[in-house]
């Protein structure tokens, strides 16, 4: 038996949104340098002249992957749960409409956008990897094609979905998935500690299934009203967690990096609970603003590194010569700018495959609370 049925969670725009727009903000902040600001930061630099925003793009990226593993998890159960079987075809289908159109209509605009600046030809090899959704190889061996080396985050994800779904011949997997996240994050200290920077050290560090699959063992927590739901539900637990995620926001090193990510993951997939069961809300996500730039979060976080190149082409903001009133204005220019391609792209380019990709799901998860 197939059904269709509409699913809305609400407030997970707004985690989308913040992710998206913390994984831009650091990338602006990044580039300034290119557009000619020699000395200022919005977080300031190490003593070896790295920004410090970088933290901010790394958390969002963590946060994009917990709540990819909790929301396709969740479904996946809500289906199981519905028919007595996921189909696995259609699971596969509904990725590809889903994320493939975007992901290479990206790649061919960017790669003929660079390279008519730069009018050097695309490494073939390093294209055939992003092609075959690989892109986070060049990223580990240093040999991204420019403009796309944010694309890592999406070969992880579609590298994780090839085999997540076949866990689901049983529900009962929540202590099995528990060993394999507190063996992932104990792999990966212990690499950090014995190999740190090697290739294979960097690799486990990239590919964070333990991340998505966190997300997923809350929402195996969630479908079945689990008593740990309730505990992560409570006030304190959600303060607990909004202050993680505070003290990252504003780039204090209280931890090294990778017991930041593991935080942040964990403050993720407590604030999730959090936003949709709404009783104990210490924020509340679900507004029009967060839900529209949730709804475009994709497009936000695909599209902004070809709009910052393309504004550093120009001499746009050449003129202005105080540097903090010129990142101010790059800033809004560039949110503003990606946020309105994202706009276009989605409703008339990604909606025509998200409409074909609803015919394949019983469940379908909508982004609009309307």
Not at 88 to 94: A, D, E, G, S, V
Not at 294 to 301: P, R
Not at 312 to 320: A, G, S, V
Request: glycine letters at 4%.
């Amino acid at each position: 038996m197939i059904t269709h049925k509409n699913l809305y969670l609400p407030g997970l725009n707004g985690i989308r949104a913040i992710a998206a727009i913390g994984v831009m903000i650091m990338h602006i902040n990044e580039n300034l340098i290119k557009f000619k600001i020699d000395f200022f930061t919005f977080f300031g630099k190490s003593e070896n002249g790295q920004t410090y925003g970088w933290k901010l793009g790394e958390q969002g990226v963590t946060m994009f992957f917990v709540l990819s593993g909790f929301l396709i998890t969740y479904l996946l159960l809500l289906e199981k749960k519905e028919n007595d079987y996921i189909n696995k075809k259609n699971f596969y289908i509904r990725r590809i409409l889903r994320i493939w159109p975007l992901y290479y209509f990206y790649l061919f605009i960017s790669i003929l956008v660079y390279y008519f600046f730069n009018t050097k030809s695309p490494n073939l090899n390093i294209l055939a990897l992003y092609t075959f959704l690989l892109a986070n190889i060049p990223f580990l061996i240093g040999k991204a094609i420019p403009l796309c080396t944010h694309l890592w985050s999406i070969a992880v994800e579609e590298q994780f979905y090839l085999f997540w779904p076949h866990f689901f011949k049983k529900i009962n997997i929540e202590n099995f998935l528990i060993i394999i996240i507190i063996s992932f994050i104990s792999i990966r200290i212990l690499m950090w500690y014995f190999y740190p920077f090697k290739i294979p050290t960097i690799l486990i560090t990239m590919n964070r299934f333990d991340c998505m699959i966190f997300g997923g063992l809350v929402a195996f927590y969630h479908f079945k009203n689990n008593k740990i739901v309730t505990f992560l539900n409570h006030k304190g637990i959600q303060a607990f967690a909004w202050l993680i995620f505070l003290i990252h926001i504003l780039n204090y090193e209280i931890v090294n990096s990778i017991v930041s990510m593991e935080l942040i993951t964990l403050a993720t997939g407590i604030i999730i609970i959090g936003q949709i069961n709404i009783t104990n809300r210490i924020i509340n996500l679900e507004n029009k603003v967060l839900n529209f730039l949730g709804k475009y979060s994709y497009g936000i976080y695909v599209y902004h590194p070809l709009i910052i190149f393309l504004f550093y082409q120009t001499i746009l903001f050449d003129n202005i010569q105080d540097e903090r009133v010129k990142s101010i204005c790059i800033v809004i220019t560039i949110v503003i700018t990606t946020i309105l391609v994202s706009y276009f792209s989605y409703e008339f380019f990604e909606k025509k495959f998200i409409k074909l990709k609803n015919k394949f799901s019983v469940i379908h998860s909508t982004n609009s609370p309307s």
